[in-house]
């Protein structure tokens, strides 16, 4: 009789969970459903965890939009930002084993790195880094525009990343400071990010399929493709060396078992992940990111700071845990309530989507047992008065292009690469009487605005739409002999003043055999100077100085090697006889004559 009740007992307590399971989630399938239609989105993917079990997962809409293969909760996802908690928790687990030390300088770690000023070295720490409070803004264009798998060339583009504010003055986002994060686990463990987010995370917590590269993407089963907002595919971004900062791939099965490790203060299935100091630590307020006060709209939302890789604020009173992720063609929320023990992990296939915010609050008042709110409407309500607004906007917006301008030189004279050292190098070239812009995995059609000022417009299948608005400005500057020297352009909007980058010109191919006619001796006044060829290459020598060797720019032009701003030009006759050289420099111009 006693083990008869004991059963019944406990079918009782199973038949009471799953009535409260139904309870909260009844109707979440068709409601997601209008989620899809309504927000015209290819597909997304959810999970509801609570305590260590999770209590739903499904995928909605297409991983492949084109031939029509559904998201399931293992289709694969890239996560974006959603990467940064993984990475901070690397240097949680390293500061357990006593291998660093919050407060330490990453320059400790990484004896090459600088910052932009001796302030900046001296004060910055780790703990600085992971809560996003360095003083420098996002100068994300750096590793976008210029991407490398090489983590030193990034590191060494920190040196030259300006700040906007002084060290904890203010929040910034700065995904640069997540890469160094990843690079300082790499020189205490002496293995890539990639193998300590395997070994450390991704092992323990049996997420045999989450990954860390597009390549291993490229070659997964059952992966998702991400599209934009019209619904083209778009390519997988590889984010390369800033991966610590958002490349990790993961699906909303695997991705559960990373908010139930977090919602166990760092243990999973009775296995400790995590220190559960560090998990205490990291969910706490470590900035003030801004002060959100409550609206009249919503009321229950408010504050908005970070712990490390992680959002905290209130909603509707519950504690929420939360970061976000956008990379091309994907968005991402990885949300939980430390409180109630509840996590949400909503993954979508399309660029810059609003979907995984929306569907996150929609369980939460399930979830939560709070009065709901039409997340729909709201959206739509939002995004209506942001339409009135912009027209209004446009209606009284006065345009800054003076009319009637022309560009000051021939196109071909702004022809160069153009190099900043916290950037990258990127190329300017003619072609049928246009500027084109090349950057590694972009071209930009440049379309004159005003005097030397031009709107890049990225070039899309060999075409220009000129309907995507181009909000950067590219102004180029000459020195005082009237050559084109640099170019300023406003690719972090955070600092006042521009971004420059200096113009190298580029060498054009000659033959041998034309070089031969600037072969010879020059005199002017008792001063003399030669031509002559080695190697296939022209030089000149002056008396009392070295050889310079000389590489051809333009019609008769050549700049001289390591003498920046010091050009020789040949005077050549109709019978293609050169007659003068002109030593053109920064002190003036002086001609020899052809002896």
């Known amino acids: 009789m ?8 406990s079918i009782l307590s199973i038949n009471n969970a799953f009535s409260q399971l139904d309870k909260r989630l009844k109707g979440l399938d068709s409601e997601l459903e209008k989620v899809l239609k309504k927000l015209e989105e290819p597909g997304f993917a959810v999970a509801i965890v609570e305590n260590d079990q999770i209590l739903y997962s499904k995928g909605f809409g297409y991983r492949d939009y084109e031939n029509k293969i559904k ?10 930002s959603a990467t940064k908690s993984f990475t901070s928790s690397l240097l949680g687990v390293l500061r357990e084993d006593e291998k660093l030390n919050f407060e330490d300088s990453p320059i400790d770690h990484i004896n090459e790195l600088r910052f932009y000023n001796s302030q900046m070295n001296d004060v910055i720490s780790i703990r ?3 809560s996003h409070r360095t003083g420098l803004p996002r100068h994300d264009l750096s590793w976008y525009f210029f991407p490398t798998f090489s983590k030193d060339s990034l590191v060494s583009r920190v040196k030259h990343h300006k700040p906007f504010t002084s060290v904890r003055n203010q929040w910034w986002y700065n995904n640069f400071m997540f890469m160094l994060q990843g690079v300082i686990a790499e020189r205490i463990t002496n293995k890539t990010w990639s193998e300590n987010i395997k070994e450390m995370i991704f092992d323990p917590l049996g997420m045999t399929r989450s ?11 059952n992966a998702a493709f991400g599209y934009s907002q019209d619904f083209k595919k778009m390519d997988y971004y590889k984010i390369a060396g800033m991966g610590p900062a958002g490349s990790i791939n993961s699906s909303v099965n695997e991705m559960s078992k990373w908010l139930i490790t977090w919602i166990n203060k760092g243990e999973y299935k ?8 560090y998990t205490e630590e990291a969910i706490s307020s470590q900035s003030v990111v801004v002060a959100n006060l409550p609206d009249e709209d919503n009321p229950g939302l408010h504050l908005t700071n970070y712990g490390y890789g992680w959002f905290l604020s209130s909603y509707k009173g519950h504690y929420r845990v939360e970061h ?16 109630d023990k509840v996590g949400i992990i909503v993954l979508s296939n399309q660029n810059a989507s609003n979907t995984p915010s929306i569907v996150r609050n929609i369980i939460s008042d399930r979830m939560l047992d709070v009065k709901k709110t039409d997340w729909l409407k709201y959206h739509f309500d939002k995004l209506k008065e942001a339409e009135l607004i912009q027209k209004e906007l446009d209606k009284n917006e006065d345009s800054d292009k003076i009319k009637g301008t022309n560009p000051s030189r021939s196109m071909n004279e702004y022809e160069g690469e153009y190099t900043n050292l916290g950037y990258g190098t990127f190329d300017i070239s003619m072609k049928n009487d246009s500027l084109f812009m090349k950057i590694p995995n972009k071209t930009f059609w440049l379309s004159h605005h005003h005097y030397d000022t031009f709107l890049p417009y990225e070039l899309k299948n060999g075409k220009v739409n000129l309907e995507d608005e181009s909000v950067i400005f590219i102004t180029f500057s000459a020195d005082q002999l009237g050559e084109i020297k640099k170019l300023s352009t406003g690719l972090e909007p955070a ?9 190298k010109i580029k060498p054009i191919d000659i033959e041998t055999s034309e070089l031969d006619k600037y072969v010879g001796d020059f005199k002017f006044m008792k001063n003399t100077c030669k031509t002559y060829l080695k190697e296939d290459v022209l030089y000149v020598f002056v008396p009392e100085q070295p050889e310079y060797r000389l590489n051809p720019i333009g019609k008769h032009l050549f700049s001289i090697e390591k003498l920046d701003g010091y050009k020789i030009k040949f005077d050549v006759s109709e019978n293609e006889k050169v007659t003068h050289i002109s030593f053109v420099q920064p002190n003036g111009t002086f001609k020899y004559k052809k002896d």
């Open 128 to 130: 600085d880094m992971m």
């Open 71 to 80: 998201v399931d909760s293992n289709t694969l996802f890239a996560i974006g």
């Open 495 to 503: 600092i006042e003043e521009p971004i420059y980058f200096d113009r």
């Open 270 to 277: 009775g296995k400790k992940i995590l220190p559960p100091n």
């Open 324 to 339: 976000g992720g956008n990379i091309d063609g994907f968005s991402t929320s990885a949300a939980f309530y430390p409180s």
């Open 211 to 221: 990954n860390t590269s597009i390549a291993e993407l490229e070659n997964s089963e």
């Open 2 to 9: 006693k083990k008869i009740l004991i059963i019944l007992l």
